[in-house]
C-alpha cells in the first residue's frame, strides 16, 4: 500500500543507543499500529493509537515509546532498555471507526544491532 | 487476551491442488477475522476477511470459512499457482481495534 510510508528500510543501533523508526500515512486512517516481526513467529503488537495525542499498549511494549502528535505520523523509539531489539519492525493503519477494519501495511523496517 | 494458534506451520501442495489453513482463537468476543499474505521480505497484505455474521466469504480461487461455536476459522486456496507460495497469517479481533496473529503458514507450491 503506497499510502504507509516507513524509513529507513534499514538500521543498525549501537549498544546504549536509542534508535527512532519513521512512519507515515496519507490514507487519512485514524488508527496506527506497531508491531514486531521475529523468524518463525506472528506479528506481535507493540503500541497502537485510535487518535490523535493517545496511544496504548500492546503486548510487548516494554523497551519502546511512542508518539502521536500528527494524525499522518506514529514514530516508534527503540531505546537502549530493550535488550533484544533485532527484528522486522512493521507499521500500520486502519479507518478505525467503531471496529475492527482491515489493517494496511508499511514497507517495514529491518532493525539490526552492531 | 486473545490467543490465535495456526496450523500448519509449512505446507507443500502440488500445482493444481488445494490447500487449507486452519486456525483457532480463544475470545468468544472476537469478531473480526483477517487473512495476510506475505512474500519474502515484503510486507503482509491483506486477501480476504470474515466478520462473525457471515460463516464463509469467497474471492476467487481464496475462500474462508468461521465456525463461531467451535471457535476456529480456515482458509482455503484451491487450485493452487507458483505465485500463491507465500507465508500465510491468520488474525482475530474484536471491537478494540487489536488484531492478534497466528504464527503463519509457509506455503510451497511444486511446479
Known amino acids: 500500500d503506497g499510502g504507509i510510508t516507513q524509513s529507513p528500510k534499514y538500521l543498525f543501533r549501537k549498544e546504549g543507543q536509542n534508535v527512532t523508526l519513521s512512519c507515515e500515512q496519507n490514507l487519512n486512517h485514524d488508527a496506527m499500529y506497531w508491531y514486531r516481526q521475529d523468524p518463525g513467529q506472528g506479528l506481535r503488537l507493540i503500541y497502537y493509537?485510535?487518535?490523535?495525542?493517545?496511544?496504548q499498549k500492546g503486548d510487548i511494549a516494554e523497551g519502546y515509546s511512542v508518539s502521536r502528535e500528527k494524525k499522518e505520523s506514529f514514530p516508534l523509539t527503540v531505546t537502549s532498555a530493550q535488550k533484544n531489539p533485532t527484528a522486522f519492525y512493521l507499521c500500520a493503519s486502519s479507518i478505525g471507526q467503531g471496529h475492527n477494519q482491515p489493517q494496511h501495511f508499511g514497507d517495514g523496517t529491518r532493525l539490526s544491532i552492531l | 487476551g486473545e490467543n490465535v494458534e495456526q496450523h500448519p506451520s509449512t505446507l507443500s501442495v502440488q500445482e493444481g491442488d488445494s490447500a487449507v489453513i486452519k486456525c483457532t482463537y480463544s475470545d468468544s468476543a472476537s469478531n473480526y477475522f483477517p487473512w495476510y499474505k506475505q512474500e519474502l521480505g515484503k510486507r503482509p497484505q491483506l486477501i480476504i476477511d470474515?466478520?462473525?455474521?457471515?460463516g464463509e466469504k469467497k474471492d476467487q480461487r481464496i475462500a474462508v470459512t468461521l465456525n463461531k461455536t467451535a471457535k476456529h476459522f480456515s482458509l482455503h486456496i484451491t487450485e493452487t499457482q507458483p505465485e500463491d507460495s507465500a507465508v500465510y497469517f491468520c488474525?482475530?479481533?474484536?471491537?478494540?481495534?487489536?488484531?492478534?496473529f497466528g504464527a503463519g503458514t509457509t506455503v510451497t507450491v511444486r511446479a
Open positions: 493509537s485510535q487518535i490523535v495525542n493517545d496511544f
Open positions: 488474525a482475530a479481533g474484536s471491537n478494540d481495534y487489536k488484531l492478534s
Open positions: 470474515i466478520r462473525s455474521n457471515v
